[in-house]
């Protein structure tokens, strides 16, 4: 079982930059799917950007391409999404979410790549971060 704790939230100016950083424990995230997910109140709940623990794989969302990057630093467990050239409608709350079911089921699809896929399957994440806020804001 994994634990996710993650930071680096806050307030920031629009065109500004944030880092969010997402630190595993409690076992390896090698093998797991990760994917950093946004939600607004009263909105459905967005995949930003994915990861694969053992490959580095990565997808964006149209909203993320451009302006995000998801890394992951296996040394230390973590998972980082770069947020550049912020603007209000990224304001949100940010989770990082991690699952070994997902990690496996996306590698099976042939849809879509396994990315892409660890990102719509956001219902079937177990472990989920605590959720860190982003506002974008003059």
């Known amino acids: 079982q994994v634990q996710l704790v993650e930071s680096g939230g806050g307030l920031v100016q629009p065109g500004g930059s944030l880092r969010l950083s997402c630190k595993a424990s409690?076992?390896?995230?090698?093998?797991?799917?990760i994917g950093w997910f946004r939600q607004v109140p009263g909105k459905e709940r967005e995949g930003v950007s994915c990861?694969?623990?053992?490959?580095?794989?990565?997808y964006y969302a149209d909203s993320a391409k451009g302006r995000f990057t998801i890394s992951i630093d296996n040394a230390k467990n973590t998972v980082y999404l770069q947020m550049n050239n912020l603007n209000p409608e990224d304001t949100a709350i940010y989770s990082c979410?991690?699952?070994?079911?997902?990690?496996?089921?996306?590698?099976?699809?042939?849809?879509?790549?396994?990315?892409?896929?660890?990102?719509?399957?956001?219902?079937?994440?177990?472990?989920w971060g605590q959720g860190a806020q982003v506002t974008v804001s003059t």
């Open positions: 979410a991690a699952d070994v079911t997902v990690m496996m089921t996306s590698s099976i699809l042939t849809s879509m790549p396994a990315a892409q896929a660890m990102c719509s399957m956001k219902l079937g994440y177990d472990y």
């Open positions: 990861i694969s623990g053992s490959n580095g794989d990565t």
């Open positions: 409690g076992d390896s995230l090698d093998n797991y799917a």
